[in-house]
């Protein structure tokens, strides 16, 4: 077994000003270093592989606008998401607490749904294909899905079931059994090793519809698998009828993995229509 190193959720406290401290979590360190990630990534997307119409001197003014965008639908989408499909019950009655961001509750299948919303929404203002822009930030995407795992573990939340595998930890809020740490294994499925195959199909060429739709079927298969040994939603309505024998994060993944392989189906037909 190895032991949690138990890091206080809070960084550091600046203050106090005019008698209030003010913390700063490491959550919120994490979405800024994802942010910066994905914007980063997102312009040497644009610059390694141009958009037909778009010149090239305004590929980074592009990708800044497009992130507000994905930041918002990020934000948005994670949280409603969260509050839709784990914890309707509870946040219908204390609907303020949707505001408290930083004591964790964000759903990616959420986040990802709102950045398609946003990137639908960016698309059509500036008479954009869809797919130029999410294939060019999905590997960025990956970069937000580390970091994200990586404060998860900090909070000590999203703690796998008990289990005897020598890697176990015993998390504070997990009771004394030790358990699979799998925020750490989502963090290198859904961020490392996806980012590294997304990032090296477009580094060696570009058909569109591919990295969206490996990033799909990557990110689907990695959240089924890890599923089976994260523990379930302590929620009373994941605990009935079909989530007995599939759980709220594998039954939105599987619509993934099939548009995923869909798209792949569909960029492999165009280039070998064009070859």
């Known amino acids: 077994m190895i032991t949690y190193p138990n890091i206080d959720p809070i960084a550091i406290t600046i203050g106090p000003i005019m008698g209030v401290e003010l913390p700063v979590y490491w959550y919120g360190i994490a979405y800024v270093c994802a942010f910066f990630a994905g914007l980063h990534y997102l312009k040497w997307a644009f610059n390694k592989h141009p958009v037909k119409g778009i010149p090239a001197k305004v590929n980074n003014a592009v990708a800044d606008d497009i992130f507000i965008w994905i930041v918002l639908g990020i934000i948005l989408g994670g949280r409603l998401g969260y509050t ?5 019950a509870y946040f219908s009655s204390h609907p303020l607490d949707i505001f408290k961001t930083w004591q964790g509750g964000m759903s990616y299948h959420g986040g990802m749904l709102g950045v398609f919303i946003a990137i639908i929404i960016f698309a059509y203002k500036r008479n954009m294909n869809f797919f130029n822009i ?3 930030i999905a590997p960025g995407v990956c970069l937000g899905l580390f970091f ?8 000590g939340e999203l703690y796998g079931r008990v ?3 020598p890697w176990a930890m015993i998390f504070p809020t997990g009771g004394d059994l030790p358990r699979h740490p799998s925020q750490l294994y989502e963090a290198g499925l859904e961020g490392i ?8 199909t477009l580094l060696k060429r570009y058909r569109m519809y591919e990295v969206s739709g490996l990033f799909m079927i990557g ?8 599923e089976f040994v994260r523990q379930p939603d302590d929620i ?3 605990k009935h009828g079909i989530f007995t024998v599939i759980t709220m994060g594998q039954l939105l993944s599987i619509p993934m993995v099939i548009f995923g392989m869909f798209l792949l189906y569909v960029s492999y037909k165009n280039a070998k229509r064009t070859s």
Not at 148 to 155: D, H, S
Not at 193 to 200: A, N
Not at 219 to 226: K, P, W
Request: hydrophobic content about 50%; glycine content about 6%; charged content about 15%.
């Open 84 to 88: 839709i499909f784990y914890n309707f």
């Open 134 to 136: 999410s294939d060019r």
């Open 148 to 155: 994200g795992r990586i404060a998860n573990f900090v909070n």
């Open 163 to 165: 289990t005897d595998v």
């Open 193 to 200: 090793l996806l980012f590294s195959i997304l990032h090296i």
């Open 219 to 226: 990110y689907g298969l990695s959240r089924i698998l890890v």
């Open 236 to 238: 009373e309505h994941l």
